[in-house]
């Protein structure tokens, strides 16, 4: 058994709001081209597996994976897809490896969301066929009533979800692959159309195309294929129920169980001291505070007021989403989660550019999978 696993690989697309110019075949292999090539790797020599995470639901076509093993370089090699966040496939490209199954894993995840006329309709598809989908509800009344919940039980204000907003655009105007950089005030936010109560325009992030693709290895490979590994520390992940009359409305057990997972295995006993930076689910901008007290990155109530401090700006104490979150990169489905590890990726790399956060060697990636789900995964990565 492998005692460590690195990434050694990354390639990826701009993400972009539209891309007719290009298919999610051709994405899949701009990326995967640039992968191995980062990683120095053949993917008919030296990939053994391969994972793909996607979900046909999302594409609005059946069985696409029929398509991966041509564009990723993986005819006749092992591969399968998962229905789920990139960070899922990353977790699951992990285990694979340090079992001992295989050396080198490839993962691939993208977004062709601008494919998508109806997304509204999809989603409420995925909802309770018995109790909710027959309401004929637009599904996002679940982020409204979540946001609501939260906000009541932990006395944060609108006003902080407003600067989560602001913060995210306004990084992402340092990111040249994010598709939703701009430079918004508070007033801008709170006056938004008002689109599921308290949730405004300004508050939910924007669909965005894109791919993205890494090479895991096993320590001893990543001896020979790397220069600048980035080591995966910690892995976590949790499914908490789906039905919306028995979750827990007003925190992200799914994140803070996922948390805990990883921190065990990495073991880390104070996030807040251990961890330099993280790049977390920002969909609804209230996801962003749910999420860092559900992380255990301040206690809870207090993450609204952790932004007002501009303790999680990029200059501050904990940097939170300096790639500019889904509301400033745009949100990618199931690629999401892989957006943030990317980002992580690059800044200990210190390949971030004008955002490169100074002397960082540990940073936390985590995903939620979007409405109506309550699932979600966290990786911890170092470049030591």
């Known amino acids: 058994m492998s005692p460590r696993v690195a990434i050694v690989g990354v390639g990826f697309t701009p993400f972009r709001s539209i891309t007719p110019d290009v298919s999610f075949k051709e994405m899949m292999f701009e990326a995967a081209t640039k992968a191995y090539e980062d990683a120095g790797v053949c993917p008919q020599d030296d990939i053994d597996g391969f994972v793909t995470c996607e979900e046909d639901f999302a594409h609005g076509r059946s069985i696409f994976n029929i398509h991966t093993p041509d564009n990723l370089g993986a005819v006749l090699k092992p591969i399968h897809t998962i229905p789920g966040d990139g960070i899922h496939g990353l977790i699951a490209g992990y285990m694979q490896i340090s079992t001992g199954l295989m050396d080198i894993v490839a993962v691939e995840s993208h977004s062709k969301a601008s494919n998508m006329l109806t997304p509204n309709y999809l989603l409420a598809h995925a909802l309770d066929p018995v109790y909710n989908k027959p309401l004929g509800l637009n599904p996002y009344f679940i982020a409204g009533m979540e946001m609501s919940r939260y906000l009541y039980e932990t006395g944060t204000t609108k006003e902080h979800c407003a600067l989560v907003a602001v913060k995210n655009r306004l990084n992402a105007l340092l990111n040249p692959q994010a598709a939703y950089g701009e430079r918004i005030g508070v007033d801008d936010v709170l006056s938004s159309e008002m689109m599921f109560y308290p949730l405004s325009r300004l508050d939910m992030s924007c669909p965005a195309d894109g791919g993205i693709v890494m090479v895991l290895a096993a320590e001893e490979k990543t001896k020979a294929l790397s220069d600048k590994p980035i080591w995966i520390r910690g892995i976590g992940w949790c499914s908490d129920t789906p039905g919306l009359e028995t979750r827990d409305w007003g925190q992200a057990l799914y994140a803070r169980l996922a948390g805990e997972m990883a921190y065990k295995m990495a073991g880390i006993k104070h996030p807040r001291k251990e961890i330099d930076f993280v790049e977390i689910d920002d969909t609804?901008?209230?996801?962003e505070l749910q999420h860092l007290e559900a992380l255990k990155l301040?206690?809870?109530?207090?993450?609204?007021?952790?932004?007002?401090?501009?303790?999680?700006?990029?200059?501050?104490?904990?940097?939170?989403?300096?790639?500019?979150?889904?509301?400033?990169?745009?949100?990618?489905?199931?690629?999401?989660?892989?957006?943030?590890?990317?980002?992580?990726?690059?800044?200990?790399?210190?390949?971030?550019?004008?955002?490169?956060?100074?002397?960082?060697?540990?940073?936390?990636?985590?995903?939620?999978?979007?409405?109506?789900?309550?699932?979600?995964?966290?990786?911890?990565?170092?470049?030591?």
């Open 284 to 287: 609804f901008s209230y996801k």
């Open 298 to 384: 301040c206690h809870r109530g207090e993450a609204g007021a952790l932004v007002e401090e501009g303790a999680t700006q990029r200059g501050g104490e904990l940097p939170v989403n300096v790639s500019g979150g889904s509301l400033g990169v745009g949100h990618l489905v199931e690629a999401t989660g892989l957006q943030r590890v990317l980002e992580v990726v690059l800044q200990l790399r210190g390949e971030a550019g004008k955002r490169q956060l100074p002397n960082v060697k540990v940073g936390l990636a985590q995903s939620w999978r979007g409405l109506p789900t309550n699932s979600g995964a966290v990786i911890i990565l170092s470049n030591e």
